[in-house]
């Protein structure tokens, strides 16, 4: 509990964006996040390690896309 300007007991609120990789639940602060985006077409990379699923283009700049499940071992 925190305490507002009054002296009054408030719970204190987070907000986050959580995801699941693997059976498990993870968040990260909405205020960190700066977008979510479906799913678009992948652009294999030849010779990248194995996590990497490829590329896509953002908006004209070009993303990896790491398997983050693959990248921890999960």
């Known amino acids: 509990m925190i305490r507002d300007r ?3 007991d408030v719970e ?3 907000h986050l964006a959580t995801f699941y ?3 498990e639940e993870y968040g ?3 205020k ?3 977008e979510i985006r479906r799913l678009t077409e992948i652009t ?3 010779r990248a390690p194995s996590f990497i699923r ?3 283009n953002l908006r004209g700049r070009i993303i990896p896309v790491v398997d983050l499940k ?3 071992a999960l």
Do not use: C, S, W
């Open 6 to 8: 009054m002296g009054v």
């Open 12 to 14: 204190a609120t987070e």
């Open 21 to 23: 990789l693997d059976r």
């Open 28 to 30: 990260v602060e909405v």
């Open 32 to 34: 960190l996040v700066q």
């Open 44 to 46: 294999p990379v030849p």
């Open 54 to 56: 490829g590329v896509i």
């Open 70 to 72: 693959k990248k921890l």
